[in-house]
């Protein structure tokens, strides 16, 4: 995950989410030290390093004086995984979310995939990436997609030529799949971004679904 998402920043948010979202109003100094097990010091380092990342702001001087500036961050569900290889069942509810800078999720309906295999390699998607994908039935010719495929989730490259579909892969090591009358196959979004633990200049963490508002 980003450097920017320290595990004192993710866990100080947290709390003030949920304590928004239970309250109506930002915690006290005292109360975010007693829930995260920070020294006040410490408390006060981290708040000035979400504000600096524009988690929130702060209005000093003020007692309370914190916002949460909630426009600045989308939670997209991360509903599990997606085969880049054999296709593998994916579960339908969110397993977790990804806390993502609303700046690189321009696109409307986000869900988000972990890829297990190898088939992408080339395409510069590997096991254990992210990817971001927009919510959709239809795609044109190149573009990669996850597709629903007789029982499972994969992702690969979109091919339609002459009546004929076909799910290509991005690794010589791997057969393209021809889709035929007798399959199950429906498009189920495409590909936007693809983010990765070591991409550090995407700001984004995972979190478990029960862990936030």
Not at 190 to 198: A, F, G, H, I, Q
Request: glycine share 8%; proline share 5%.
């Amino acid at each position: 995950m980003g450097k920017e998402w320290t595990e004192n920043r993710k866990k100080v948010a947290r709390f003030l989410e949920q304590y928004f979202e239970q309250n109506g109003r930002a915690p006290s100094m005292d109360e975010i030290a007693k829930a995260t097990g920070l020294w006040k010091r410490s408390v006060e380092i981290v708040l000035k390093g979400l504000e600096k990342i524009g988690f929130i702001e702060i209005t000093p001087g003020i007692s309370r004086g914190i916002r949460l500036l909630e426009d600045a961050y989308r939670r997209i569900p991360l509903v599990g995984d997606v085969a880049a290889g054999p296709p593998a069942w994916s579960q339908d509810a969110a397993v977790e979310y990804l806390r993502v800078d609303r700046s690189i999720v321009p696109f409307e309906k986000p869900v988000a995939l972990r890829v297990e295999g190898f088939s992408m390699r080339d395409a510069g998607i590997l096991p254990g990436d992210i990817v971001l994908v927009r919510q959709q039935a239809v795609a044109n010719n190149g573009e990669t997609v996850i597709a629903y495929y007789n029982g499972g989730l994969t992702v690969k490259k979109f091919e339609h030529r002459d009546a004929t579909i076909r799910l290509l892969p991005a690794n010589p090591g791997y057969k393209p799949m021809e889709v035929t009358e007798d399959d199950e196959f429906q498009i189920v979004g495409r590909v936007m971004m693809v983010l990765r633990d070591l991409c550090d200049g995407l700001n984004f963490t995972v979190e478990a679904a029960g862990e936030a508002a």
